[in-house]
T-cell receptor, first 111, second 112 residues
Framework: GENVEQHPSTLSVQEGDSAVIKCTYS??????FPWYKQELGKRPQLIID?????GEKKDQRIAVTLNKTAKHFSLHITETQPEDSAVYFC??????????FGGGTRVLVKP | DVKVTQSSRYLVKRTGEKVFLECVQD?????MFWYRQDPGLGLRLIYF???????EKGDIPEGYSVSREKKERFSLILESASTNQTSMYLC???????????FGEGSRLTVL
C-alpha cells in the first residue's frame, strides 16, 4: 500500500518568513495530493490539492509543487502570519482508493 | 455547507467495554471514512464505505468493525475496548473520488 512520509515534524518560523513542508510517497500510481490544515482543537480542512498532471498550483500565499519522478511534493507558505500556526497534513491517493496521510507538521509562527 | 456530526466529543470507557462511535453527514455523500489520529502518526484509516452496507478495511482495522445501514450514518464499533485504542477518532465524508474530505469534530476516547 501507499506510504507517505512528511518532514519536518515541527517547524518554527518568524512572522513574515516562508515555511516549506515536504512529503514523499511510495506508490507511483498515486495521482491526487491534498494538503489539510488542522488548527488547535478543530477539524482538519482542505487548503489546497494538486493532481498528477500538474506540476505546481498556487492559491494566494500557499503553493504546492509536485515532482512525480522523485515522488515528492511540497507545501510552501509565504509571508507567514500567526493564523498560519497549525498542524499541516499531506496525503496521497490513487483513483478509487483510500487517502493515506503523512504524520503531520506542527507549524508555529512567532510574532 | 457540509456538516459531519460525531455523536460524542469525549468518552471514557473501561477495558473490555463495547464502544459505539456514530457519525452522520447531511450532504448525501456516498463515501464515508473513519480515521484515528495519534501524535506523530498522522491520520490512519480504520475503515471506509463507498455505499450503504458496503465496507472496506483501511490500514488498521484490527479491533474495530463498522456499520453503514443508512447512507448518512457510519458507525465505528469497538467490540472490546483496550487501552491502546485510546485516541482521537475522526469521521469524514466526500462525494467524489478524488475530492475533498469533510471531517467531523472528532471523538476523543479514553480507555481505562
Amino acid at each position: 500500500g501507499e506510504n507517505v512520509e512528511q518532514h519536518p515534524s515541527t517547524l518554527s518560523v518568524q512572522e513574515g518568513d516562508s515555511a516549506v513542508i515536504k512529503c514523499t510517497y511510495s506508490d507511483s500510481a498515486s495521482n491526487y495530493f491534498p494538503w489539510y490544515k488542522q488548527e488547535l482543537g478543530k477539524r482538519p480542512q482542505l487548503i489546497i490539492d494538486i493532481r498528477s498532471n500538474v506540476g505546481e498550483k498556487k492559491d494566494q500565499r500557499i503553493a504546492v509543487t509536485l515532482n512525480k519522478t522523485a515522488k515528492h511534493f511540497s507545501l510552501h507558505i509565504t509571508e507567514t502570519q500567526p493564523e498560519d500556526s497549525a498542524v499541516y497534513f499531506c496525503a496521497a491517493s490513487t483513483a478509487g482508493n483510500k487517502l493515506t496521510f503523512g504524520g503531520g507538521t506542527r507549524v508555529l509562527v512567532k510574532p | 455547507d457540509v456538516k459531519v456530526t460525531q455523536s460524542s466529543r469525549y468518552l471514557v470507557k473501561r477495558t473490555g467495554e463495547k464502544v459505539f462511535l456514530e457519525c452522520v453527514q447531511d450532504m448525501d455523500h456516498e463515501n464515508m471514512f473513519w480515521y484515528r489520529q495519534d501524535p506523530g502518526l498522522g491520520l490512519r484509516l480504520i475503515y471506509f464505505s463507498y455505499d450503504v452496507k458496503m465496507k472496506e478495511k483501511g490500514d488498521i482495522p484490527e479491533g474495530y468493525s463498522v456499520s453503514r445501514e443508512k447512507k448518512e450514518r457510519f458507525s465505528l464499533i469497538l467490540e472490546s475496548a483496550s487501552t491502546n485504542q485510546t485516541s482521537m477518532y475522526l469521521c469524514a465524508s466526500r462525494t467524489v473520488d478524488p475530492g475533498e474530505l469533510f471531517f467531523g469534530e472528532g471523538s476523543r476516547l479514553t480507555v481505562l
